[in-house]
């Protein structure tokens, strides 16, 4: 970080040349955790440069998406502060969730590129024996012999269970792996929001709003994080990606239903509700 720190072409130097390191001393959840606290510790006077470093820790895959998520939603400096989102965390917790779904998207893109490729490479092999004309346009003995044999074999081939290429199966697994990466975060970022707000709701219901003049500090954190939970419910469900608003309906039955969270869960089955009428 210190090497780094004079520029941000220095810190991608300094992050390319350190990489091993980094991933050897970066296995599990604690370790990760370690490594981003130290992150937000030598750059707290710049937040912009924590979320740029994250950012590359994620990209060159030293920390998870779903670590971020749980390092902004852990308690600030280890004290006995309860957790809560402000505008910065937000920022954390809202770069995870484009960095997921950003692979997901270019992993899909190039699953789609790959399996053109492969159907292209056999209509082209599949082409390579058709038929020949004579002069005047018709086809002779020798030619429609070929075209039955050729008939026959297309046949024969149709029946024939056909594989997918090694590098498009190889993209289909990692397809798999990053969408259960997008899945774990988004279900991740959920659960942590319910887990911060249902240790207090006074504080969101309908009435205690008109008593917020004599709100504590506390309270009002509260209240910031619970705004930050409706627009993280506003954003997934209005998602321009359809497979991403179709994994929250998923995430919402699997997660929500099985926590408790009163005001908390109306707010996202709501948003739920909206995002099925819009797939519908």
């Known amino acids: 970080l210190h090497i780094g720190s004079r520029s941000f072409s220095h810190f991608l130097n300094a992050i390319e040349r350190y990489l091993p390191v980094l991933r050897k001393i970066a296995t599990d959840a604690n370790e990760k955790s370690d490594v981003l606290q130290a992150v937000e510790t030598f750059w707290r006077r710049n937040p912009l440069m924590t979320r740029i470093v994250f950012d590359k820790m994620m990209q060159y895959q030293i920390v998870d998406p779903s670590d971020v998520v749980s390092w902004a939603f852990s308690r600030p400096n280890d004290t006995e502060d309860a957790a809560r989102i402000d505008t910065f965390r937000w920022e954390i917790v809202e770069g995870a969730l484009d960095k997921a779904n950003g692979r997901v998207v270019v992993s899909k893109k190039k699953v789609a590129a790959l399996r053109k490729e492969q159907d292209d490479n056999r209509a082209r092999e599949t082409a ?6 004579d002069a005047d346009g018709r086809f002779g003995s020798d030619h429609l012999f070929r075209f039955y044999s050729d008939s026959c074999l297309l046949a ?25 990466e997008q899945r774990a975060v988004l279900s991740k970022t959920l659960c942590e929001f319910v887990n911060c707000l249902s240790s207090s709701s006074a504080v969101i219901t309908e009435t205690a709003w ?24 506003r954003r997934v469900c209005i998602s321009d990606t359809l497979s991403f608003r179709i ?16 005001i908390v869960h109306n707010a996202w089955n709501s948003r739920v509700c909206e995002a099925r009428r819009i797939i519908r």
């Open 210 to 233: 008109f008593n917020r003049a004599n709100w504590s500090d506390g309270e009002w954190d509260f209240w910031e994080t619970w705004g930050w939970y409706r627009h993280f419910c």
């Open 128 to 133: 390579g024996g058709n038929m020949e004309v």
């Open 247 to 262: 994994l929250l309906t998923s995430v919402s039955l699997y997660t929500v239903r099985s926590l408790s969270a009163g």
């Open 156 to 180: 024969a081939l149709e029946e024939k269970v056909v594989e997918d290429s090694p590098a498009l199966t190889t993209a289909l697994k990692a397809y798999t792996t990053l969408s259960s």
